[in-house]
Every structure is written in C-alpha cells, then in structure tokens.
C-alpha cells in the first residue's frame, strides 16, 4: 500500500472523469416511468405498482443519489394532467400520493424567487442536493 | 431456478444428488472445495492494498460509492488487476448491456493477472445495497473458477471429474456441439477460458441456467478506462459479516455450483445425464 490519497472530487466540472458514455442512471428511471405512464397495455391498478416499484427502487441506497426526483415528479404530474383515470388512480396508491406531495412541496420551494443571484443559486443548487439526497429517509 | 431459490437446503440437496451420480460413475465426488480456501488465502494476502484501493475515491455524487478504477485515476489499472483478484466491485451495466443504467456486480478474475489484464465475470442482476447469498454464491464460484488447480489434468487421479471438466460436461449434457467437441477430444473448456470474453463459467451458465443467471466474462483494458469507456466501482454494502471487503470466498460454491447444475441439467434435460454417463463411460 502506498498510501495515496487523491483529493476528494468536489468540483462539477470533475464529474465527467466518473461518467462513462451511455450509462445514465437518471435517465433509465426517467424513462421507465414514462414508458410505464404512457403503456396503452397496462392496467391502471399495474401502472400505479410499476410506478410505485420504479420510485422505490430510485430512492434506494444504491441509486437515490443518481436520480432527480423532481423531474419524476414532474413527469407523473404531466401524465396525470392528461389522464383524468391515471390521476384517481394514483390517489389510490399511499406512497405515491406522499411522492407527489412531497415533490410538490419541493417545487414550491424552488419555484418562489428566481433571482440572478449567484449566490442564491447555489443555496438552491444545494438545497436541490439535499433534498435528493434525504427524500424519503 | 432464480437465484432467490438457491438456498442452504437446495444446495446441500444438489450437491447431494450429484456427488451420488458421480459415486455411482466413478467412486469419486465433486471436486473443486479446495478453491475457495485458495481464493480466501489469495484475498488476505492483498487485504490491505485491496481495501485502500476499493475505498480512496469516494464518488463525487453519490454517498457511500467510491470509484476504484476510472479515467479519474487510469494509472492504478495494473495496481487493480494484481490487487483485486478474488474481490468484488461493481461495473456499469452498459459494459455488458447496452442502453441499461444500473450497477452489476462483478468479481474480478485471478486469470486476469496471467496477462496483465482487468478480467471480470458479471452477474447481470442489478445491485442493491448488499450481496445477497444467492448472487454471493454464484460470484463466488465465478471467482473460485479461475484459481490456480482448477482445469489442471492430472489434479485429480480421475480428471473426467475435476471441476472444470465436468462443469464442461454438464455443459455438454445440455449442448450436441459441446458434447462432440469433447468425444472428439476437444476439452473446449480450455478454449472458452482462454478468450477474453469468454469462461467456463459463463458458458456453463448460460447452458444450464440461462436468464436465470444472467453472466458474462469481460476484459477491461486500460485503454477504456483511461478513455472514459469503463471504470470499477464499490459500495460499503459490500462488506462480510467482519466488515472487510466481501470476495469471492464462499466456502464450497464451486461445488455447489456444479450441482446446481447437474439437477438444472436433470429437469431441463434428463437425457442430458444418460449423455454424460456415456461419456463418463467412453472416457474411463
């Protein structure tokens, strides 16, 4: 053991040297939820389930980190404005209605002041953090 | 057969069941308990380097993953392939299967470090959170596959046994192309683990359990990682019951492995048995 220690990855611009070429976590979990959302095969009572298992599986320990909350959030919302029974049928579901209360709350947030603050920007780019980080914890 | 189905009871019924076929055909039992002492002995001598290795660079976005091997740090490729034989880390999906996003987990080869070179066997089942024992066992025994003294001839006075050849014949039961290859003296076991992307374990895998256990043999070179195309990584799930990094040293998983897959042999494909019995018989 030589004991180096290469200095801990902070900056954004660094993340590209931990990315490799079509491997994309959060867009995986996007894009199943959506094909789940839009399936013209699917029963409603099985899209909640897939949908609830996709969110799950994305806010497990091994993925939450990667995945944007938010944009799932804000897909779901999308696809039940435009599928009255999608959307009763997703109040059925406990753990989805907490999901969409919760991400709906964190929009607001988001959505209050946008301002050409740098400074706010980045308390909001770390607030987004966190809240991805602890969502559902 | 799931890998959720392979349980204590189901393996020791397995093993059981082979090791009387084998008995009643040769006098001799499983072969290949010896590897996962050897992989475990292999593992501690490099517990220290390995574990630093795994853990020095945590990744930049998520908590409690680090990145071993990446184009962050490219020059530790040769560090990773004499170090990590026998552990256990996670690849990206896409690796092995294109327009996928998740973490598989993977042991790293001990063939590997014959040419210098990054060689993996892949589970293809997502990861989560920690290696269960069904993914624990079927690692295991991929890691154990390529120790030193399995598929040599002569380790065992009756080679037709040793854990490679009859890994191979099992594959043979399932396969007519496999099984003329060995009558006409083609040990193709030697052929598939000397190919880059190729082992005897993801052969005999893909034969006998299919979907079920999804694996796959890579070689990583160091050109991909350096090009951003590859990287290793590692999750503090992947801790033993000691809390060291967990390898591939599952007591006996080459073994049960081997039963597993005679009795998946047995029910997918009885006369697959009657073949090997044959050619137990041809090769006496």
Redesign the interface.
């Known amino acids: ?1 030589n ?4 200095s ?3 900056a954004e611009q ?12 959060n ?3 996007q894009m199943a939820l959506s094909e789940v959302a839009a399936s013209e095969e699917l029963e409603l009572t099985e899209k909640v389930q897939r949908m609830e298992m996709i969110v799950n599986e994305g806010n ?7 995945v944007d909350f938010q944009t799932m959030a804000a897909q779901i919302e999308m696809f039940c404005s435009h599928d009255h029974m999608l959307n009763e049928a997703m109040q059925t579901s406990d753990f989805m209605n907490d999901f969409r209360g919760s991400q709906k709350h964190g929009e607001g947030d988001d959505h209050h002041d946008h301002k050409d603050d740098d400074n706010e920007d980045d308390d909001l780019k770390s607030t987004k953090k966190k809240k991805k ?1 602890n969502w559902f914890t | 057969m799931g890998m959720s189905e392979i349980t204590q009871t189901r393996v020791e019924d397995a093993v059981a069941t082979t090791n009387h076929f084998l008995e009643s055909q040769r006098g001799a039992s499983l072969d290949g308990d010896f590897a996962s002492t050897q992989i475990a002995e292999l593992t501690r001598s490099m517990a ?2 390995a574990e ?1 290795l795994l853990t ?10 680090y ?1 071993p091997l ?4 490219s020059q530790k490729y040769a560090e990773a392939v004499a170090t990590l034989a026998g552990y256990l880390v996670l690849v ?3 690796l092995v299967e ?6 598989y987990p993977a042991v790293v080869s001990e063939d590997g470090i014959k040419n210098q070179s990054l060689r993996l066997h892949v589970l293809k089942q ?4 920690q290696i269960l024992y069904g993914a624990s066992v079927v690692l295991s025994a991929a890691g154990q596959s390529e120790t030193k003294g399995i598929g040599d001839h002569g380790r065992k006075t009756n080679d037709s046994v040793e854990a490679e050849h009859f890994a191979t014949l099992l594959a043979a039961g399932s396969d007519r192309s496999v099984q003329s290859a060995w009558l006409a003296g083609n040990h193709v076991n030697h052929h598939w683990r000397s190919q880059g992307n190729s082992s005897v374990t993801s052969q005999v895998s893909n034969r006998l359990f299919g979907k079920e256990i999804p694996q796959e043999t890579i070689t990583i070179t160091k050109r991909q990682i350096e090009d ?4 290793l990584l590692w ?1 503090e ?1 992947m801790r033993d019951e000691q809390g060291k990094p967990e390898v591939a040293a599952k007591p006996g998983a080459l073994v049960v492995m081997q039963g597993l897959g005679f009795e998946a042999l047995r029910q997918s494909r009885p006369q697959g048995v009657d073949d090997i019995k044959r050619i137990l018989a041809v090769s006496s």
Request: proline share 9%.
């Open positions: 053991m004991g180096e220690r290469l801990p990855v902070s660094d993340i590209s040297l931990f990315e490799i070429e079509g491997f994309d976590i867009a995986a979990f497990s320990d091994s993925y939450r980190n990667f980080r | 220290e380097q630093d020095t660079v945590p990744h930049p976005q998520a908590r409690d993953f990145v990446s184009k962050h740090n990206p999906s896409s294109p327009n996928t996003a998740a973490f997502p990861y989560r959170q951003g195309k590859a990287m999750h799930g």
